[in-house]
C-alpha cells in the first residue's frame, strides 16, 4: 500500500512541475550592457519576488511591472541575496537607486511616481557607472508579451 501511494505521490508531482510554466522574461539593455529580467507583473509575482533564492547570474534580474505609475516602496523580507534596485518611469528612465540588505523590513521608495523597478545583483548598477537619468531599453510592454 505505502508503495502506491509514494508512486501516485511522485507521478502528482512531477505532473504538476511539467505543467508549471517557466517566467516570463524580457531582454532588456542599459548602454551597452544587456540584461535578461524575469518579469513580476501580477500582484502575486511582485509580492513573490526574489524571496528565498540563493544566487542569480550577473547579467540576470527581475522587472517589477506595475499597471499604474506611483511612487512604489519595497522591502527584502525573505530574501536572501542583497540586491541593487532601479527605480524606473513610464518612459523607462531611472528615477533613483537603492541598495537593500538581505532579510530586512526596510522600505526602499522610488523618489518619483514610476512603472517599474528592475531588481539586480548589488553593486551591479554602480560597478555600471549606472545612475538615475539613464535610459532602459527594452522595457516598454513586458506584461503584454
Not at 68 to 94: H, R, V
Not at 108 to 117: F, G, L
Amino acid at each position: 500500500m505505502n508503495v502506491r501511494f509514494a508512486l501516485a505521490a511522485l507521478l502528482s508531482t512531477v505532473s504538476l512541475s511539467i505543467g508549471a510554466q517557466a517566467p516570463k522574461t524580457v531582454d532588456l539593455s542599459i548602454g551597452m550592457y544587456r540584461i535578461q529580467a524575469e518579469v513580476a507583473a501580477t500582484q502575486a509575482q511582485r509580492e513573490l519576488g526574489l524571496m528565498n533564492r540563493k544566487s542569480m547570474p550577473q547579467q540576470n534580474g527581475m522587472l517589477f511591472v506595475f499597471e499604474q505609475s506611483q511612487p512604489y516602496c519595497f522591502w527584502m523580507k525573505n530574501t536572501l541575496l542583497p540586491l541593487s534596485i532601479a527605480f524606473i518611469d513610464e518612459a523607462g528612465q531611472i528615477v533613483n537607486l537603492a541598495d537593500m540588505q538581505p532579510q530586512t523590513e526596510t522600505n526602499h521608495c522610488a523618489t518619483k511616481p514610476i512603472r517599474y523597478a528592475l531588481e539586480m545583483n548589488q553593486g551591479w548598477f554602480s560597478a555600471k557607472g549606472i545612475k538615475a537619468g539613464t535610459t532602459v531599453k527594452g522595457i516598454a510592454g513586458p506584461a503584454e508579451r
